[in-house]
């Protein structure tokens, strides 16, 4: 199928997304070190990689990034509602291959995805797996041409896991998600700091006092109920795993049942990566002006089909804040449509969690570039080299020196019979 260069909202927003990607540019020191080996040594020359990633300031640098170390990339979106219109455009007019447009339907989304791979990657970067998906399904014609892929999500490693166990995976993977760098950071503080910014600037409400209700406790509800417990608010957590409820119960929180938590939340956030959270029968115990919203992956955590069909009025109260009247007169406000509510209803995270993150992207496809043609097909962690130097450039570029072993200790640690 022959695809355009870009499919982008309007060319014209370019100077706006220049703009973004120059400010996160230069907060993002550990990548800008990283692109400096790219550009002298050009890794990825004659190479074609495919990112779906959200597109805004932050991945912007990335795909920019891979380019300027040799690659054509091809750029789309993972999510239809956290698209930055203005850096699509800054994207595509500097010549990239972008296609996706903020709010696209579920077919647009899928055909941008499929544009982006049409364009035949050696390389895959992926955010939650839809890459993935569909290279296991529709595009599967593409494979035989690919090197391997990188995923950045708990939701897509764990779509690659099941791949695997069930004997279907078709390329290597690295998956990034699971460096230190990346979920000890981007998943605890940058979901815990996003989260509240984008909950907070899209209700322009107060925190403290409020009761909060984190369903789930892994590396991103840590970080989403310890930012809730900082800003003032009580904090409930709610769990499957029994481990994870006592953890939570060690860190000073309540732990209950959604059930039970129902009707105590002022604000409940979903980040589990399962579905089917939040559904009806809470909604019926929930207090008036209750807000849900979701910060997991997809927007199946809160489900809000079940919410709208037992409702008897919708309406938008403030910019992605949906009211959805009950027959028992109260209003339940779900924020930017169940979507993952730090991208759909913000900037996502901070710069300088992205730059850790991007940082293990970028040398994770050089990897795969360098030893795709030789690697087994498998789910792959990423290698610990890779995730020390991101560590150790970031606390370069902050002038802080760490002990390092002496050969005694070295010994020490490495024997048993001392
Ligand atoms: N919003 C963001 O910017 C962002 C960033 C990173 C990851 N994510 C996404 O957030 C989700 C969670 O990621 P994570 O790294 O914290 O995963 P994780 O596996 O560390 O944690 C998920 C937790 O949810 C619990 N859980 C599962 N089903 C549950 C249910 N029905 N009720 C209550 N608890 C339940 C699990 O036991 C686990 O402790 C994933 O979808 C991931 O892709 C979002």
């Known amino acids: ?46 190479l074609k990689i495919s990112v779906s990633v959200h597109v805004e300031a932050k991945t912007a640098c990335l795909a920019r990034a891979l380019a300027r170390g040799g690659a054509d990339v091809a750029l789309t979106g993972c999510n239809p509602l956290s698209t930055q219109d203005d850096v699509a455009a800054a994207l595509a007019e500097s010549g990239m291959h972008v296609y996706t447009v903020h709010g696209d339907n579920e077919e647009e989304y899928i055909k941008h995805l499929k544009m982006a791979l049409d364009f035949g990657p050696d390389i895959v970067i992926d955010d939650g797996g839809d890459f993935c998906m569909l290279l ?31 004997g279907k995976l078709s390329y290597p993977v690295i998956a990034v998600n699971d460096a230190r760098c990346k979920h000890l950071f981007d998943n605890r503080f940058g979901t815990g700091q996003s989260v509240w910014t984008a909950i907070m600037a899209t209700t322009n409400l107060i925190v403290a006092g409020k009761t909060v209700v984190v369903a789930g406790f892994g590396m991103c509800g840590k970080g989403v109920a310890m930012r809730a417990k900082g800003l003032g608010a009580k904090v409930i957590v709610t769990e499957i795993d029994p481990v994870k409820a006592c953890e939570a119960i060690m860190e000073g929180y309540q732990v209950m049942t959604m059930d039970e938590a129902a009707p105590l939340g002022d604000v409940f956030v979903t980040v589990t990566g399962c579905k089917d959270v939040i559904v009806g029968r809470h909604y019926d115990m929930m207090k ?43 209003t339940i406000c779900i924020l930017a449509e169940g979507r993952l509510v730090n991208l759909a209803s913000g ?25 795709g043609k030789e690697l087994a097909i498998d789910v792959y962690q990423t290698p610990e080299v890779i995730d020390n130097r991101v560590a150790e450039i970031l606390l370069r570029t902050k002038g802080i020196d760490i002990d390092v072993l002496t050969p005694e200790q070295e010994l020490y640690l490495n024997s048993w019979d001392f």
């Not at 849900?292 to 938008?316: P, T, W, Y």
């Not at 969690?353 to 990897?367: E, G, P, V």
Request: proline share 4%; net charge negative; hydrophobic share 40%.
């Open 288 to 330: 008036d002006g209750a807000i849900c919203c979701n910060a997991g992956h997809f927007d199946c955590e809160v489900n809000i089909k079940e919410l709208a069909s037992m409702s008897v009025a919708q309406r938008e109260l403030r910019h992605n804040v949906m009211g959805y009247e009950l027959k028992n007169g109260r």
């Open 347 to 371: 900037d996502g995270h901070p710069v300088e969690i992205m730059d850790m993150s991007f940082a293990l992207q970028a040398q994770s496809a050089r990897y795969i570039a360098a030893h």
């Open 136 to 166: 296991h399904s529709d595009m599967k014609h593409l494979v035989p041409g690919l090197m391997g892929g990188c995923e950045e999500t708990t939701t897509g490693v764990k779509r690659l896991e099941i791949l695997k166990k069930e």
């Open 1 to 46: 199928m022959s695809v355009p260069k870009y499919e982008v909202k309007d060319i014209s927003l370019a100077p706006y997304g220049r703009e973004k990607i120059e400010w996160a540019y230069r907060n993002m020191p550990v990548l800008r070190a990283i692109e400096a080996e790219l550009i002298e040594e050009q890794p990825f020359a004659g």
